[in-house]
């Protein structure tokens, strides 16, 4: 019987991913393990060999988020530098498109969803920024001729290329691709190893995980890391010899978003360019009704700041609804922010009104590569525990 009992035990441990297999437990519930990924420390495994200066990432303090899922249009979620090669694509193409480099190819473009004679098109497509908080993908090292998938949190600071939508494709300094990551943001057990210590500043509410614009951007508004004063248009699929700048301390009304639905006040949001925030796992659905906004419709704020908003009960998707009640400032206690350009309402191609230059050309693919299914977090013993709680429904 006692041999029973232990046998019994082993396999609830094992099922509840206490045993190596999946993570830790947060709060007596099952975490997601993840791997912590620092900026500037080279991979173990990379597609790339990061010695050849692929990607060059830069040291930026995460920024605090309002939610931990961001759509890839949120105004400010990414940013630049006036240097404009972060990210040498053009050195990746060449290595991925060399016949020698054919296996390397197939796994790469094995996870992306993508033929490899579509490797040149794909990559066109793709736009170098670098991350301005602490992002959560699921990675790829490239191990016994194959993509092997494993869940990390990306250091802000790291340069990656994201596509038209705003989501991770893959991070410069080692070609490694990414996908979105899978699990609950807020329930994660993230490892420090390989090199990659604990970074100064690391924080559970900097924490986000991209998911796709809801529709494709012609180009992305970016802020510049060494100068937060400074905004930049990027149009997709360049690295940043065609930016075009704005002052992102020029400030913009709150809109009044009382009885629109969330989707129509969020679009109204990131169009003026302030960013989306919301309380609870995940956004609330496109039909739940705004009731509340704070700060208030007609509050002047700066490029990339929260406006929060309360909803009432939603009658569709998965998100949850949130009560009103009182915030805090805005979500930014960073760089300044401001609400000079528009970060697309996705189909807009007007200049932000702060811009002086023309509009940046549209997008030149016509279609988005097919979407990939994503493997399972793989497993270590995570060092340390960082679940994130979002606060009240923001935007």
């Known amino acids: ?37 620092a900026a500037g420390v080279p991979s173990l495994a990379p597609f790339f060999d990061e010695k050849q200066g692929l990607g060059q990432d830069a040291t930026v303090r995460s920024m605090p988020v309002r939610g931990s899922l961001q759509q890839g249009d949120t105004p400010g979620l ?69 993509a092997t998938p494993y869940n990390s949190l990306l250091q802000s600071g790291i340069a990656i290329l994201v596509d038209a939508r705003g989501e991770p494709a893959a991070k410069c300094s080692c070609g490694n691709p990414l996908r979105p990551f899978k699990g609950d943001a807020n329930r994660i057990s993230v490892k420090f190893a390989e090199g990659n ?31 937060p004063d400074r905004g930049i248009q990027r149009p997709v699929g360049t690295t940043g010899r065609s930016d075009t700048g704005f002052d992102t301390r020029t400030r913009h009304p709150v809109p009044d978003l009382a009885g629109s639905t969330f ?3 969020r679009r109204r949001l990131v169009s003026g360019g302030l960013a989306v925030g919301y309380a609870g796992s995940a956004p609330p ?14 509050t002047e704020l700066r490029f990339g700041e929260y406006v929060k908003v309360s909803v009432a009960g939603a009658t569709s998707g998965g998100g949850t609804s949130t009560p009103p009640g009182p915030t805090g400032p805005t979500g ?37 590569p097919p979407p990939t299914t994503s493997a ?13 709680t979002p606060a009240t429904t923001e935007t």
């Not at 930014?332 to 050309?361: D, F, K, R, Y």
């Open 1 to 37: 019987m006692a041999r029973k009992i232990a046998v019994a035990l082993v396999c609830v441990l094992v099922v509840s991913g206490l045993g190596g297999c999946g993570g830790g437990a947060v709060g007596g519930v099952h975490a997601f393990a993840v791997q912590a990924v």
């Open 78 to 146: 990414y940013g630049g530098t006036k240097k404009p090669t972060v990210c040498d694509v053009a050195r990746l193409k060449r290595f991925l498109t060399d016949p020698a480099n054919r296996r390397k190819a197939v796994a790469w473009s094995g996870v992306l969803g993508i033929r490899t004679d579509q490797i040149p098109g794909y990559l066109d497509r793709l736009t170098p920024v670098l991350l301005r908080h602490d992002t959560l993908v699921q990675n790829h090292d490239y191990k016994k001729g194959k």
């Open 197 to 227: 210590k604990k970074w100064s500043g690391f924080a559970a509410s900097s924490v986000v995980a991209v998911r796709p614009a809801p529709r494709k951007m012609e180009r992305l508004v970016l802020v510049d890391v060494g100068d």
């Open 263 to 265: 989707g129509e006040a």
């Open 285 to 298: 659905s496109d039909d739940a009704r705004v009731v509340a906004s704070d700060p208030p419709a007609g």
């Open 332 to 368: 930014s206690t960073g760089p300044p922010t401001s609400s000079g350009p528009t970060l697309e309402p996705p189909t807009s191609t007007a200049p932000p009104p702060s811009t002086p230059t023309p509009s940046p050309p549209a997008s030149s693919p016509a279609s988005e």
């Open 376 to 388: 399972p977090v793989t497993s270590s013993a995570p060092l340390t525990t960082t679940p994130t």
